[in-house]
């Protein structure tokens, strides 16, 4: 049975969720969030010990601003209403992505956050935010500037000390990798489906993860 430790999301369908029941964009984005409050508990159940979520991509600025205001509300208001919930869970809130980007409200909130749940061991759940792979690599080869290889790049990338996913689930019908963790993704088993996020159920989480035990990997070899 193949060890999984850990597996990537990315969240994809919640405008089209909410819009297909007429009420907009951000309906979907707040009903998101409990998906992902949801898979968090299964992953504990799972014991899954790292799971991350791409929250907001360097090309989500792209986006009307009033959706992108509602996001970063959404997140500095779950935090705070749920921060006791968080802790008395055992999670570990960790982000990667250039958060120095970030308006001030929200990197207070997540710096806060990190803080309360450093000491957190049940599980380690990763927000990618303002994250874009491609910066990430050229980030890392720009640290290095002579010496290149693997590792030092590996020691130089946000997810620096984190397992590279071995599972990428990402829902809302799309087959691409939309600039998401392209160098950790190398050997991950990649599974793509239909639904939109906020339908994505414990159910699914879970026969993926019963599916990934049977696959034989070979990371290269035979």
Do not use: C
Request: proline share 3%; aromatic share 10%.
């Amino acid at each position: 049975m193949n060890k999984l430790n850990h597996v990537a999301f990315i969240m994809d369908g919640n405008g089209r969720w909410g819009e297909k029941r007429n009420k907009g964009r951000n309906f979907g984005h707040l009903n998101g969030v409990k998906t992902v409050k949801k898979i968090v508990q299964t992953s504990i159940k799972l014991k899954i010990p790292f799971v991350t979520f791409y929250v907001f991509s360097t090309e989500n600025w792209k986006r009307p601003k009033s959706e992108i205001n509602f996001l970063f509300k959404l997140i500095v208001s779950y935090f705070k209403e749920e921060i006791h919930s968080v802790i008395s869970n055992g999670i570990k809130i960790n982000i990667i992505g250039k958060t120095e980007k970030l308006p001030s409200q929200i990197r207070l909130s997540l710096k806060k956050t990190m803080n309360l749940t450093k000491k957190n061991k049940k599980i380690t759940v990763n927000l990618a935010i303002n994250y874009g792979s491609k910066d990430e690599i050229v980030n890392a080869l720009r640290k290095i500037k002579k010496n290149v290889n693997s590792k030092a790049i590996e020691k130089n990338l946000f997810t620096y000390n984190i397992p590279n996913p071995d599972i990428l689930v990402r829902t809302g019908g799309h087959k691409r990798l939309s600039n998401f963790m392209l160098w950790q993704l190398a050997y991950a088993e990649i599974y793509f489906l239909n639904k939109l996020w906020p339908d994505f159920e414990s159910k699914d989480l879970k026969k993926i993860v019963n599916d990934f035990s049977k696959v034989k990997r070979n990371f290269g070899a035979i």
